[in-house]
């Protein structure tokens, strides 16, 4: 038999899965902070319902198999189920209608660095019937920014844009029937050369002028007031425009009031989003010294979410971490403290076991006062206990022999600082909670 | 299309799933309380790993497809996926080594009440190289006792018994060539009645006298101290008898001494658990009213994990909280209290319109200070916010007019006890997180 894990499913050493369950706790309490309740919806649905909407590169990386009769698919995303839940269930939800969710998805794509074929999504969306207010774009933002504040890690920038603005572009340059094919090459802009870009919009059939145009709008930079009255300065009237306009405004206005710093949202107006079904505003999420990561964290506004299952309008905005990505790649830029493969705080050992039940009646007591704690029940040489006590890099460690025992006190050993004190159990429990 | 979620698939609505994970909070924090790791391991595994051990019953349920030349299949449990961790990682551990894992497992059995083809299993296991400490086994019953003293369910007792013991006892009748069909059968004696055991055991080709012998041991009973008793009149002096009634007595003794209320420890000597693979302490849990919800949390001691994947010897303990089940059980007995379908403590509500940036920076300074808060954006009659306030069940209510904006006050309403007080900001945080 060969012995292994699949080649794109991440599994972890319990120090680096410490670190990775940290991270989801974040972003989990964060979510609940901004009022999102959470979701949990099935890894298996029907084919018939996952793949109602998608494409062909979704079926080819689709899990798909039959158990007896039914033809079954293991989620790829967990917006799809997002837009069954809606559909199922909207009788019984209270909108506006916030729900995160917290989950593994399987893409069987070609193994490769860096892609995963299972990998967890941490996605939040507010839903409303009909309408929602704009302001829920703001709040998004916020989440994102506290999010990332919150895991401490390197200096980020949330890029921002309203698809409507280039819509309304575009329908002022009179091509607004090639909107959709011009959105996904936008989106595309950071990665191909300028020469390349023109190109494949001239091969759209558009005039060279405009595409020049098209070109000096997407770069239109400057700070974002500066890119605010760029954008008015063009004078374009119409319905689309305007709107965008107006959003974008309201968002960054907003956002600040959110008590976000205006340092960390710079908006873009390359940034589109490829998918289709974007309709408002656009997020990507950059860290500043790594571009190449990618986003790692993403989303939009968009009309409608269940349009495919059903006819009632549910708009929608939100964003998505890619979290075991992520994961990997702040790991192999160094950019993760690992430490120890235990969530202890203290571990106990003892100088010879018959103090064992000491330090058993010592490790309860700890546990009740909320400190994971364990203690080393080997019996071998005192050597052994301290090279395994130095090996999980456990904060404190509480030694307990002769003296101990018989003055009720315990010998306790703040492995960082490597200071080593004498002290009761009410000073030991305060030392260890501080 | 039919807009549908599998059968056997649990999906709850949000305030359920509030309750749902909580109670996977609960665990998880107990489980690193006493000092788990977390291990999250994939879904899918090649059917090969997951199948080597497996005999028609699991084969039949799996889900099992190919994708490419690659057989694949998803984890049915997570004590295999654990030992394919340890054989394969154990280089890489720290022994001992205690994981917790909880996680989805899947299961393609015909869909009946009360059981789900996806469940959560709530696991840990705590394992050793060559020898593991039975004080461990004492440890695996006060994490029973803490997390279902902490969930606050309903009163329940520890069933534990030793298999040495059972098998020691068949060795001193001479029929240890049977053991593993008693104990199989044992394991049913709850479900049948007395006389249909009997006759099960008779079918064995069992002599009459030995049965009866065998039923009067499985159903001795008393407190723990007289069967403790009891097993040491029968006067038994095979080791597997002795080292079956050493064991319990320190598991029991141990158990006491990590601060476990004996009224929620039982020995039961008609508990066996089905599984070839235990072979000392054997735990299940019942609620004492609920009898019919069967073991809510089983699981024992095993010599050797990884016996299929490696030669290596890794002795283990430990037990699996069924917690779909679990929930489902409690939810249909009326047992779960399902509040609001929002984990917010605090839901802000404006006269007009005009105070909404107010409430807007009110949320952000909850937040900040840990609170989950949210605004009410829609623009509506202030009767319609008030009619939303109720539906969601938030525990305090702020209210944002004229006055309140002048006086730079807020006027909070416990929703609970229906009190309400105008106050200020500093005051108001203190309430809401008392």
Do not use: W
């Amino acid at each position: 038999m060969t012995l292994r894990t699949l080649p794109g499913f991440m599994e972890l050493l319990p120090q680096e899965q410490i670190v990775m369950d940290r991270m989801k706790a974040v972003i989990r309490h964060t979510y609940e902070l901004f009022g999102f309740a959470p979701l949990d919806t099935p890894v298996l649905e029907t084919a018939e319902v996952l793949l109602s909407k998608s494409g062909g590169d979704t079926e080819k990386q689709i899990y798909e198999f039959k158990k007896g009769d039914t033809d079954l698919a293991m989620r790829f995303d967990l917006t799809v189920p997002l837009a069954k839940y809606v559909a199922l269930y909207n009788n019984d939800l209270t909108f506006p209608f916030k729900r995160y969710q917290i989950g593994k998805v399987y893409r069987g794509e070609r193994p490769q660095k860096g892609r995963f074929r299972e990998f967890y999504q941490c996605d939040i969306d507010i839903i409303d019937r009909d309408e929602l207010s704009i302001v829920y774009d703001a709040e998004v933002l916020a989440v994102i920014y506290t999010v990332f504040k919150t895991l401490k890690l390197p200096a980020f920038k949330i890029y921002l844009n309203n698809r409507k603005l280039l819509s309304g572009f575009l329908e002022s340059l009179k091509i607004e029937e090639k909107t959709v094919e011009v959105l996904r090459l936008v989106d595309k802009i950071k990665k191909i050369p300028e020469e390349a870009f023109l190109g494949e919009l001239a091969d759209l059939g558009l005039a060279e002028e405009l595409n020049r145009k098209l070109l000096n709008f997407i770069k239109i930079k400057g700070s974002n007031a500066e890119i605010l009255e760029a954008l008015e300065a063009l004078q374009i009237s119409n319905e689309n425009f305007q709107t965008g306009l107006n959003e974008l405004k309201t968002v960054i206005s907003q956002a600040e009031m959110q008590g976000i710093n205006p340092q960390n949202i710079q908006i873009d107006l390359s940034i589109t989003r490829g998918l289709d079904y974007y309709t408002g505003t656009v997020y990507e999420t950059f860290f500043d010294e790594h571009p190449e990561f990618g986003s790692v964290c993403s989303g939009g506004r968009y009309d409608n979410l269940s349009s495919v299952f059903m006819d009632k309008k549910f708009p929608g905005v939100g964003i998505s971490i890619g979290l075991t990505r992520l994961f990997d790649q702040l790991k192999n830029s160094g950019l993760l403290e690992i430490e120890g493969p235990t969530p202890n705080r203290a571990l106990i050992i003892v100088q010879s076991q018959e103090y064992q039940n000491l330090a058993l009646d010592l490790v309860g007591k700890l546990r009740r006062e909320d400190i994971p704690a364990d203690v080393y029940l080997r019996d071998c040489k005192f050597k052994k206990k301290m090279e395994y006590a130095n090996k999980i890099k456990v904060p404190y460690l509480i030694i307990i022999g002769e003296d101990e025992a018989q003055n009720h006190v315990f010998t306790v050993k703040n492995m960082k600082e490597g200071v080593q004190q004498t002290m009761s159990l009410d000073d030991l429990i305060k030392e260890i909670k501080a």
